[in-house]
């Protein structure tokens, strides 16, 4: 069993920066892919990161693609994504969530543990 723990939202202003930490427990971490999603209010949860077992292969979804970029520390056993010029319409709670795979999975279907998420809030 993999738990996920998040931190580092919180409130912040248009253009300000944020970087979210997904805590891992377990020894597999540094063999499975990781990714960040997002759900706002009313939506649907969405894809916003993903990296594969090794931090050497990244995607984004198109609207953070050059603002956003995750990255991990398998000794930490930590995924990371680092939010620059933040805009109103990021606000969301933001989780991390797992997969039993090496590879890269853009789809929430296909990651097989969550977090709890942490809240960001941009206000404009």
């Known amino acids: 069993q993999v738990q996920l723990v998040e931190s580092g939202g919180g409130l912040v202003q248009a253009g300000d920066s944020l970087r979210l930490s997904c805590a891992a427990s377990g020894r597999t971490f540094s063999s499975r892919a990781m990714g960040w999603f997002r759900q706002a209010p009313g939506k649907e949860r969405e894809f916003v990161a993903t990296i594969n077992w090794s931090g050497g292969s990244t995607s984004y979804a198109d609207s953070v693609k050059g603002r956003f970029t995750i990255s991990r520390d398998n000794a930490k056993n930590t995924v990371y994504l680092q939010m620059n010029s933040l805009k109103p319409e990021d606000t969301g709670v933001y989780s991390c969530?797992?997969?039993?795979?090496?590879?890269?999975?853009?789809?929430?279907?296909?990651?097989?543990?969550w977090g709890q998420g942490t809240q960001v809030t941009v206000s404009s």
């Open positions: 969530a797992g997969r039993r795979y090496s590879t890269m999975w853009v789809g929430p279907g296909g990651y097989d543990y």
